[in-house]
C-alpha cells in the first residue's frame, strides 16, 4: 500500500486530473470576455482585372485595413489569427469567400493595427462573373487560446463594387 | 502421496484464476479505452476526434505537438476555419486552414482552397496531382479547441517505436507480477 509504485500512481493521477480541471477553467474563463472591437476596410486601387486565358476572372485590389482588436485579448490568449475575405455571389455559386489577406496578431500591443497592401491571395473567379459585381469585405478574427477552446467571428462591411470593365 | 498431490493441484488452481483475473481485467481496461473512443467519435462526427500537430506549418498557433480536438458538423465550411482533411493517396492527415471557398448554388458542394499559416503559398502543392480544390467529403473535421504539448507523448511512440515496445513490455511485467 504504501510501495512507490502506489505512491507514484497516486501522485500522477492526481497531477493529470489538476492540469485537466486548470485548463477547462482556463478555457471557461475566456467566456466571460465580452469583446468590441471595430475595423474598417478601404479599397484604395483597383491595379487591374483580367479575364484570363482559362476564362477565370481576377482582379488585383489595393487596400487600407485599420482595426482595433484588443478586446479580444485575455490572460489565456495566444495569438489572433485576422483575415479579410472577399465575398459575393454567382449565377453558379451561392457564396465565393475568397481570402484577401490575413496576419496574425500575437499579442495586445500589436492588436490596434493599420495596414496598406495589395491582396495576398489571388482573387479568382469561377468564371467571369466579376464585371460590376457588388461584394462584400468581411474582416474575421479566430482566437487562438493557450489551451481551450477555440473563438472565431466576423464584421461585415458592405457596399463595395467591382468596376464595369476589364482594365 | 496423494495429499501432496492434492496440495500440488490447489496451487496450481490458484494460480491459473489468479492469471485469468488478470487476463480479464487487462481486457477490461482495453475494451473500454476502446468504448471511450468510439464513443467520442459519434459525438463529434468525425473519424478521428483528436490528432497530434505533426508539422511546424500552423505555427506559432499549433506548435508540434499540440493536441487538435476536432468536430464534425453539418454546417457548410467557410473561410478561417481549422480543419483536418487527407488528401487521397497520402494517409497523414493535414491540418490547415481554409482561405478560399466557393459553394455551388444548387447542390451545395463546396470547392475549398487550404494554407498552412506558416507557409507561404497555399496547398496545392499537396493536394493529389492535378487536384485544384478540396470537396467536403476530403475533410474530417473543423478544429474547436488545443490543449499543448499533450501529443509528445505519441509522437515520441511513432518515431521510436521502441519506446512503444517498451512501454507495454514494462506494462505486460507489471500485470503478471503485481499481486492485485
Known sequence: ?167 | MGYLGEMVESIRSLQIRHVLTQIISLGMIVTSALIIWKGLMCVTGSESPVVVVLSGSMEPGFKRGDILFLHMSKDPIRAGEIVVFNVDGREIPIVHRVIKVHERQDTGEVDVLTKGDNNFGDDRLLYAHGQLWLQRHHIMGRAVGFLPYVGWVTIIMTEKPIIKYLLIGALGLLVITSKE
Request: aromatic residues 12%; glycine residues 4%; neutral net charge.
Open chain 1, 1 to 167: 500500500m504504501h510501495s512507490f509504485g502506489y505512491r507514484a500512481n497516486a501522485v500522477v493521477t492526481l497531477a493529470v486530473t489538476i492540469l485537466a480541471m486548470m485548463c477547462s477553467m482556463a478555457s471557461l474563463s475566456d467566456n466571460f470576455n465580452v469583446p468590441s472591437p471595430t475595423a474598417e476596410v478601404k479599397v484604395l486601387n483597383i491595379n487591374w482585372f483580367q479575364k484570363q486565358a482559362n476564362g477565370n476572372d481576377e482582379v488585383s485590389l489595393t487596400v487600407n485595413i485599420s482595426a482595433d482588436l484588443s478586446s479580444l485579448f485575455t490572460w489565456n490568449t495566444k495569438q489572433v489569427f485576422v483575415f479579410v475575405a472577399a465575398e459575393y455571389e454567382t449565377p453558379q455559386n451561392a457564396l465565393n469567400q475568397v481570402s484577401l489577406w490575413d496576419g496574425i496578431i500575437p499579442s495586445k500591443d500589436h492588436a490596434k493595427f493599420w495596414i496598406h497592401t495589395t491582396n495576398k491571395y489571388r482573387l479568382i473567379d469561377q468564371g467571369s462573373n466579376l464585371r460590376g459585381k457588388e461584394f462584400n469585405l468581411t474582416l474575421h478574427w479566430h482566437v487562438m487560446p493557450k489551451t481551450g477552446k477555440t473563438f472565431a467571428d466576423k464584421i461585415v462591411m458592405t457596399g463595395y463594387r467591382l468596376p464595369e470593365e476589364y482594365r
